[in-house]
């Protein structure tokens, strides 16, 4: 249904919200005269009512997280703060939690604010903002607003995120407050200190203020993770090596492709600060200027094993079995990498402006505000080690990869063959070396250099005015006002990757850098990694840098310019300029009731620029810094759309303890930023196929085109035409075509606040989204029918094939349509003894089409779980406090495969479904995690806390949904990151 055609509709609806209630104090004249005594509530009740009124007061139906008598959250992070409200599931990196998900919408539906503004971020290419940078420290609210008002920035289909500072006039008091805390993981076994101060301060008879906050740490931690590729998809194989005794009879197996075991050890700096200052010379003025700032430094050292079941390539398949999952390969590889990466984000944000009342009810509200985000890593470096040509064993089934390097007879006993091709990397002097764990003959074979850059600015301005109707009986105020944003982001990325010994030049003479360059593992200083999934041994991290220093010359010689394919994927420049306008009214119902009902306009123009890169090193000759990468600038993308979003806001408050709101409201989310640019990258070395009639090699194709026959770049170019790009290259698409979702939203919910001890509510919602969009892996489709310009044309190197159709297309697409809708259940309530409870559920439905072309049937919203589930068990008396703490969430849908009505159609009558690929949907498994906290109020101005996290030691799982010919689930990744325990003093001093 047309937005335009709600307004009529909007006027009929009742519905919901939040706050505590409190009895009237006596009048003057009410006849009591005893003295009452003071009741001081404390803790995380205190912080439970602070949030219960704020929620209740505000104009549009929230979720609120206030900090307690002395200014603290009951967690330590933001986004593992707001988990604990209902709707909110979190998505974690490393076992911290990273970025949140409202009401079974992801994170790039969610806008992230600070103080009413939104927040530039240099993170990852969405819209998506980290939290895990911001410390909680240096806030004093975090609250989630669920059903926007005209007079917000509608850019948020599942909500918005608003964090505040610290200000003087919202905590009303002097305060200082010092904090001083050490964490330990159990992975790490290290203490990491963590120190905060902040405070407030109101001078000049309170009418000027100051909030301060300040806040630093180190955190270091090990997660252990076991993976499968990320963009390539496993495979359907049956064993096919020549020397087989007879042909294989039995059934296809899909195999992954690959395995990896890695191991994470990340030592982090949090480094924060706000400053808040707030003039009020009288009631009718206030002029404030906010300040924050947060770096985030991550020095992050993994160590990475793959086994590389995708190199074994037609002829290598040796053995299969289907009821085991276990397969044979030839021809693979067995690989070690050691990254060393040092990132810092910095987010800068600051915002002038006041507020004036004037004339006859009006005030005016008027503001700017800027925030930078930037993201470095100048020096990211990689150097690994390499044995081809091995013979392996793999096993996948439900949950689980493995590989392994195996002896060939291993291999020839598994088939009843004599001998087998393809394994000449195994044994000898030279080769892997049975049972080993220091495998002391993997060779020095590629060095990796990045460094990278990313910067977010934003600027905004923004007018209000409002109108106050106090002698009205029926219309409270109207209000409008105008916003225009200017937000410009830039991305370069150069980065240089080779194989040392084919580059000497590069060594300039230098006689360590000459013999480091034909290097093997057993040359340098080796250690056991803790990771129970890794099989050998690595370079230690001091020989790993020294080698590094070596032999970089080598990286850098080869491509002096940075013009690779690798230097140019991924840059760009994107401006994006925004406008609104908006007009809106409360009106008074009745005594208990009132009705905000506005409309929104906004208009958005967006541009980007985008390389089509394709590598293209194999016939790079040794020794020369000629890189022969192709990238071609792609005509840029621009956009521009406009829209108008009206709503309705109704409250009604039957009694005092009541309350009762209803929204119907209309929102939009634009695409990210990674998604909406125009790009295009061939994934990995370019692979072509033999496509000479007479010629040994025909039909055969690989990236290593000498092997099938090619002898020069001339034999590859298009007008030879001997060649062909093959169609079974992962190509990644940007896609300018996108269009920004719209979504109707319907909100309603009632709250009963019964006491002070007892709180219930209960919420429904529904949202009716339109163009969506979705990521989608393993999609079909011809350059012809890509949604972006794709300028093969301009390469003269390649021959791509008119109208060939390419199986493993990687792209973002707008789906047709979504629709989700759930109940949010919260109760809490504490009891005479000091007991309480606090919880909350959300059950949430949904349904997407994508389209006919991309996937037949109907699917799960991605990134939205069916149940969430968080409860709090604790007991708290003046002194102590204590609580255990769960939070259940199920399986989450995060990438779709591609399985259209014409994939179905071709697999009817196969053997197994080669086309429709519903078996790669990727879950994100369902978790449980138990925390327990407790605090001991030394004195009323020292408290001290101890954190427990995952008690449970729970993992992070995510998996390919699979089919009978994987044996159902197939492992993507998993992520163990232990359990940590915190301590630590709190101090007042005012």
Known sequence: ????????????????????????????????????????????????????????????????????????????????????LPGITLQKSEGEGKFVTVRGLGPGFVSVSMNGNELASAGADSRAVALDSLPSDILSSIEVIKALTPDMDLNSIGGTVNVNTISAFDRKKDTVSLKVQGNYQSYKEEINPKVSLSGSHLFADDTIGVGYSLSHEDRSSVVY???????????????????????????????????EARQEDAERTRSSGSLDLGFRPNENSEYYAKFSYTKYDDLDTALREYYRFGQAGSGDIVHTDSASGLFGLVDTDLQQQFFIQDGTSETTAMSFGGENNFGDGWTVDYSYAYSLGEWT?????????????????????PGYIQGQVVAPDVLEALTGSSSLPQSGGYGGLNGYQDGQRLQENLLYDNIFIEDSFREDELNQVKLDLKKEFADS??????????????????????????????????????????????????????????????????????????????????????????????????????????????????????????????????????????????????????????????????????????????SLHYRYEPREDILVRASLWTSFTRPSFNQARAYASFDGRVEVCNDIVDSPNYGECSDSPTDIGAQSLDDLSASSQNFYVSPDNVIN?????????????????????????LYVQAAFFYKDIADFIVDVSGVQSSFEDMPVTIPVDQISEFYFAPNQVYNDVNLTTNGENAKVYGIELSYSQYFPLGLFVQSNMTLIDSEANVGDTIRAEEIQLPNQADTTVNLTVGWENDDFSLRLISN?????????????????????????????????????????????????????????????INLTEDKSFKYFRGNQYSRGNMLFESEDYGTSYQVGINVKFM
């Open 733 to 757: 698409l940007g896609n300018p075509t996108l269009t920004a979702m719209t979504s109707t939203n319907f909100d309603t919910s009632i709250s009963w606040y019964a006491s002070e001890d």
């Open 377 to 397: 890593k100048p020096d990211g470096r990689r150097v690994q080690f390499r044995a081809r040509d091995l013979p392996m064993l793999g096993v996948a089934g």
């Open 225 to 259: 993770q076991v993976q499968h590729h990320s963009d390539s998809l496993p495979r359907y194989v049956t064993p096919d090596v020549s020397t087989l005794p007879e042909d294989y009879q039995g059934d296809t197996l899909l195999i992954p492709f690959r395995y």
């Open 888 to 948: 259940y969430r199920s399986k989450v849908l995060e990438r779709i495969g591609s399985c259209s009505k014409a994939d179905i159609a071709a697999d009817t009558g196969a053997a197994y479904p080669e086309n429709c690929a519903d078996w790669a949907d990727v879950y994100d498994d369902d978790t449980f995690g138990l925390d327990f906290k407790a605090t001991y109020q030394v004195t009323d101005d020292i408290k001290l806390y101890f954190d427990a």
């Open 473 to 646: 009986d029926f219309l409270n105020y109207i209000k409008f006002g105008v916003t225009a944003k200017e937000r410009q982001r830039d991305r370069n990325k150069d980065r240089w990757s080779v194989v040392p010994g084919d580059f000497t030049n590069g060594c300039e003479g230098d006689e360590e850098c000459l013999q480091f360059a034909g290097g093997r593992l057993g040359d340098f200083a080796t250690f056991t990694p803790a990771h129970p999934d890794i099989q050998h041994d690595f370079i230690t991290l001091d020989a790993a840098e020294y080698l590094l220093d070596v032999t970089t010359p080598i990286a850098k010689y080869t491509d002096p310019l940075r013009t690779g394919q690798d230097s140019v994927k991924d840059d760009y420049t994107l401006s994006e300029d925004t406008a609104a306008a908006y007009f809106m009214g409360e009106f008074q119902i009745s005594d208990n009731s009132s009705l905000i009902a506005g409309v929104r306009w906004a208009q958005t123009e967006f541009s980007s620029t985008g390389n089509l890169s394709i590598r293209n090193d194999r016939f790079e000759v040794a020794n020369e810094a000629t890189v022969l990468d192709i990238a071609v600038p792609m005509e840029g993308a621009s956009s521009k759309y406009d829209d108008f979003f009206p």
């Open 1 to 84: 249904m047309s937005k335009y055609r709600l307004l009529p509709l909007m006027i009929a609806m009742a519905s919901s919200g939040h706050l505590y209630a409190q009895d009237a104090p006596p009048s003057a004249d009410s006849g009591q005269t005893e003295n009452l005594e003071e009741v001081i509530v404390k803790g995380v009740r205190q912080a439970e009512l602070n949030a219960r009124e704020r929620e209740r007061n505000k104009d549009a139906f929230s979720s609120i997280i206030a900090t307690d008598d002395v200014g603290d959250f009951a967690d330590q992070n933001v986004a593992e703060s707001l988990q604990r």
